[in-house]
C-alpha cells in the first residue's frame, strides 16, 4: 500500500506527487491501494481521491511506502518505512541535515525525486519546467512593479503573479495580449531596449522562454549585446551556456567536460553581460565548486556608477548566497521580491530602494499547481507498479528497486548507499 502525505512545508504548497486521475490508473490496471493523507490546502479535493478509489485517511501510519513533494518534519518520520519526496540533502544543505540524520537513525529509506535518471544521468521527474513558467510570470510582474515605482508607464504592469491566474493557459493568455500590445504601441523609450537575459538551458529555462517568447522577442546572441539599438516594439532574449559564463584561468580553450570535471582552473565572466541587460533570470545548477555568476562585490560596481539597466534578478535557481550571491533569502509567493541593496547589502522586502529587485521564491511551481501537478504525475507514475512491488527487507540490489530509482536512493535501511557516502560528513 502506498501513502501520500499532505504538504505541510508552506501554506502555499497545494502540489501532489500523484493526481486522482493517475491514481485511479494505477488502482485499475494494477490493483496497488492507496491511502491519501486528508488535506485541506490541496489543489485536489478529499473526494477526488475518493470517487477513483483511494481510502481518505487522517494519518498513514498503516503505508509502508510514503510519497511526499517537498521536506518532511525530522519528528514525522516512522521506523523502517521508505520515503520519496525532494529532500534537498544532497548537497549538505544545512536545513535538512537533522531531517536526513532522523531518516538514519529510524532504519528508514530515502528516494529522492532529483536523482531519478535514465543511464546517461537525465533527469525522468521534475517540476522544473514549472518553476520557470511560473519564475518568469514572477519576474515580469516586478518588473512591472518596479518600473511603476520608477515613474515609468509600462505594458507589465497588466501582468500577475503566477499563483493569481486561474491555470496556465490563462497566464498565458493573458500574457500573450501584453505582448500584442508592445507590437502595437511599443515599450517605453526610457527602458529601451529591453533585453533578458537567461543563464542556463535546460529544462527550468525553457519553461521561462516559453512565457518570455509570448511577447515579441528577438534573440541575440551574447556576443551581439554590444550591437542592440533601441527597438520599442521588440523584447530582446540573450541565453548564456556555459561556455558564454566562465573561462579557463590560463587562457586555453573551454571544454565542456573539463569544466565539469574541474572547475577550479575556471573563472566568471559573465559580469561584462550585466551592464547590458535589463532582467536576468538565473535557472542553472550550481555547486560551492563552481564560479558565481554574480557576486556582491561585483553589484556593488555596477551600482556604485551611473544607474544600470539591470532591474529585475530572478533567481529561479534560488541557492542561497550561491550562484547569484545576492540571492540571501528566499521568499513565498505572496511576498516574492526584496530589493538588494548592493552598497549597505541589505535586503528591503517589496519593490522600492535602491538595487536589483530579487525574485527568490523556492517553491515556484506551487503557484501553478494543478498543471505542476499533473506534469508531475505523468511521470512518476510509471515507477509505482514496480515501487509497489519492492521488498524493502531485501537488500538493495535484490529488493526489486528499478534502476532509475535504485539511482535515487539516497538512504536504504537507515545506511548511506554507496554513491552518497560523500553525505557522512553532512550527519552526526
Excluded at 53 to 74: H, Q, R, S, T, Y
Excluded at 199 to 227: C, M
Excluded at 354 to 371: N, R, S
Amino acid at each position: 500500500m502506498i501513502g501520500i502525505r499532505h504538504e505541510d512545508k508552506s501554506k502555499w504548497e497545494a502540489r501532489i506527487p500523484l493526481v486522482p486521475g493517475d491514481i485511479g490508473r494505477l488502482i485499475r490496471d494494477h490493483g496497488i491501494r492507496f491511502q491519501v493523507q486528508t488535506s485541506p490546502t490541496r489543489t485536489f479535493k478529499d473526494d477526488e481521491f475518493r470517487q477513483v478509489g483511494a481510502e481518505v485517511v487522517p494519518n498513514l501510519k498503516d503505508c509502508p511506502i510514503i510519497l511526499g513533494v517537498k521536506e518532511i518534519p525530522p519528528d514525522w518520520f516512522e521506523p523502517k518505512k521508505a520515503y520519496l519526496f525532494f529532500s534537498h540533502t544532497i548537497k549538505g544543505q544545512k536545513h535538512n541535515r537533522p531531517m536526513l540524520q532522523r531518516i538514519l537513525e529510524l532504519g528508514c529509506t530515502l528516494i529522492d525525486y532529483e536523482k531519478i535518471t535514465d543511464s546517461q544521468g537525465r533527469r525522468l521527474v521534475f517540476f522544473g519546467q514549472y518553476a520557470g513558467l511560473a519564475g518568469m510570470i514572477d519576474a515580469l510582474w516586478a518588473m512591472g512593479q518596479r518600473l511603476q515605482y520608477e515613474g515609468i508607464p509600462n505594458p507589465f504592469t497588466g501582468i500577475r503573479r503566477a499563483f493569481e491566474y486561474s491555470n496556465l493557459e490563462h497566464a498565458k493568455t493573458e500574457i500573450a495580449k501584453i505582448g500584442q500590445a508592445i507590437r502595437d504601441h511599443g515599450l517605453p523609450k526610457a527602458i529601451a531596449p529591453f533585453v533578458v537575459g537567461f543563464a542556463g538551458y535546460g529544462n527550468v529555462s525553457q519553461g521561462a522562454q516559453e512565457i518570455y517568447d509570448l511577447l515579441p522577442t528577438v534573440e541575440i546572441k551574447p556576443s551581439e549585446l554590444n550591437e542592440i539599438t533601441p527597438d520599442l516594439h521588440h523584447c530582446y532574449k540573450v541565453v548564456f551556456k556555459e561556455e558564454d559564463m566562465v573561462e579557463r584561468i590560463d587562457g586555453n580553450t573551454f571544454h565542456l567536460q573539463h569544466y565539469y570535471r574541474f572547475p577550479e582552473y575556471y573563472r566568471s565572466k559573465f559580469f561584462g553581460y550585466l551592464p547590458h541587460l535589463s532582467m536576468l533570470v538565473n535557472c542553472i545548477y550550481w555547486d560551492a565548486k563552481y564560479p558565481r555568476l554574480v557576486t556582491c562585490e561585483q553589484l556593488a560596481d555596477l551600482y556604485g556608477g551611473p544607474k544600470p539597466r539591470l532591474r529585475v534578478i530572478g533567481d529561479i535557481s534560488c541557492d542561497i548566497e550561491g550562484s547569484i550571491e545576492c540571492t540571501v533569502q528566499a521568499t513565498e509567493p505572496g511576498e516574492p521580491a526584496y530589493v538588494y541593496d548592493p552598497a549597505t547589502r541589505q535586503v528591503h522586502m517589496g519593490i522600492e530602494g535602491t538595487g536589483p529587485v530579487v525574485l527568490a521564491v523556492d517553491i515556484l511551481p506551487c503557484e501553478l499547481p494543478v498543471d505542476a501537478s499533473n506534469h508531475f504525475s505523468r511521470s512518476l507514475s510509471p515507477f509505482i507498479p514496480a515501487l509497489d512491488r519492492v521488498d524493502f527487507s531485501k537488500p538493495l540490489t535484490g529488493c526489486g528497486l528499478p534502476p532509475e530509482l535504485q539511482r535515487a536512493t539516497i538512504v536504504f535501511q537507515g545506511k548511506l548507499t554507496e554513491p552518497y557516502q560523500y553525505m557522512k560528513s553532512f550527519t552526526h
